[in-house]
């Protein structure tokens, strides 16, 4: 499976942000997206998922079946500020979630084998989201995708919010399941893209670029990468 961008473009009253991305995401790969403040990495997902409208371009998936464009169900989207029901604990919303999604809940998980699978303890189970930590609605967010395993997975800087252990279950978990997924991750810390991810590119320039993998085992790995993303301009205003 393949997820196939061609000449994706998105402007906000003429400031151009996307300008034209090409790029072959594959399945089996966790992809780390890297850029500057204000790039365009979460107009990027914002386009993916179905958020907003891209201008231009299309995103298409291909498998099995042929060239299909991307569907919204076909994303799961994990927001670097999450984005959840607060007035229901964590149990009624993953109750609901997965009843709603019946058909692709595995019988034999419940709602508690879930949190128990990213290690939300049995007392916060019943609280109210409300004040859950940001890691710990991040969790939720990310139960989501491992209930219903969408094609594509999409990640702004989630594991920015979590503490070390959980950070390390969390990559644990996204390596566990990257064989049947295309997971793009964007993150601002270079060491983390570097140990997670098994491919990174750059959105620079308002496009997409492959870095290579000489370079992502290189020794001066984090200085070239400074470089590259160093001569980023502004985004262009039309
Ligand atoms: N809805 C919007 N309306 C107008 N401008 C927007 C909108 N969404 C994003 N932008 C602008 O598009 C540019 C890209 O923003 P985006 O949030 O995609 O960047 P980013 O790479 O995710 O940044 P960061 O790393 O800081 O999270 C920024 O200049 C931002 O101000």
Redesign the pocket.
Request: aromatic residues 8%.
């Given at each position: 499976m393949q997820l196939i961008l061609k000449n994706l473009r998105k402007d906000?009253?003429g400031?151009k942000?996307l300008q034209g991305i090409d790029f072959t995401f594959e399945k089996g790969k966790i992809y780390g997206l890297l850029?500057?403040?204000?790039?365009?990495?979460?107009?990027?997902?914002?386009c993916l998922s179905g958020e907003?409208e891209a201008d231009e371009g299309q995103a298409q998936l291909e498998g099995e079946k042929g060239l299909r464009p991307l569907r919204d169900e076909d994303v799961g989207y994990v927001f670097?500020l999450p984005i959840l029901p607060e007035f229901l604990t964590g149990y009624e919303f993953l109750k609901f979630f997965t009843d709603i999604n019946r058909d692709k809940v595995p019988q034999e998980l419940t709602v508690d084998d879930y949190l128990e699978m990213v290690k939300i303890e049995d007392e916060d189970r019943h609280r109210l989201i409300k004040g859950y930590s940001h890691g710990m609605k991040n969790k939720i967010q990310m139960l989501c995708f491992l209930i219903t395993r969408p094609p594509l997975i999409l990640l702004?800087?989630p594991l920015t919010s979590f503490d070390v252990i959980a950070a390390l279950e969390m990559k644990k978990l996204l390596r566990e399941i990257k064989q049947d997924h295309i997971l793009v991750f964007?993150t601002?810390i270079l060491q983390l893209a570097k140990d997670l991810c098994d491919e990174l590119v750059l959105?620079r320039h308002g496009r997409i670029e492959a870095i290579s993998s000489e370079l992502l085992h290189s020794p001066d790995f984090e200085d070239q990468i400074v470089m590259l993303l160093g001569d980023e301009p502004d985004?262009q205003n039309a």
């Amino acid at each position: 499976m393949q997820l196939i961008l061609k000449n994706l473009r998105k402007d906000f009253g003429g400031k151009k942000v996307l300008q034209g991305i090409d790029f072959t995401f594959e399945k089996g790969k966790i992809y780390g997206l890297l850029g500057r403040n204000g790039a365009g990495k979460t107009t990027l997902f914002n386009c993916l998922s179905g958020e907003l409208e891209a201008d231009e371009g299309q995103a298409q998936l291909e498998g099995e079946k042929g060239l299909r464009p991307l569907r919204d169900e076909d994303v799961g989207y994990v927001f670097s500020l999450p984005i959840l029901p607060e007035f229901l604990t964590g149990y009624e919303f993953l109750k609901f979630f997965t009843d709603i999604n019946r058909d692709k809940v595995p019988q034999e998980l419940t709602v508690d084998d879930y949190l128990e699978m990213v290690k939300i303890e049995d007392e916060d189970r019943h609280r109210l989201i409300k004040g859950y930590s940001h890691g710990m609605k991040n969790k939720i967010q990310m139960l989501c995708f491992l209930i219903t395993r969408p094609p594509l997975i999409l990640l702004d800087e989630p594991l920015t919010s979590f503490d070390v252990i959980a950070a390390l279950e969390m990559k644990k978990l996204l390596r566990e399941i990257k064989q049947d997924h295309i997971l793009v991750f964007s993150t601002h810390i270079l060491q983390l893209a570097k140990d997670l991810c098994d491919e990174l590119v750059l959105l620079r320039h308002g496009r997409i670029e492959a870095i290579s993998s000489e370079l992502l085992h290189s020794p001066d790995f984090e200085d070239q990468i400074v470089m590259l993303l160093g001569d980023e301009p502004d985004v262009q205003n039309a």
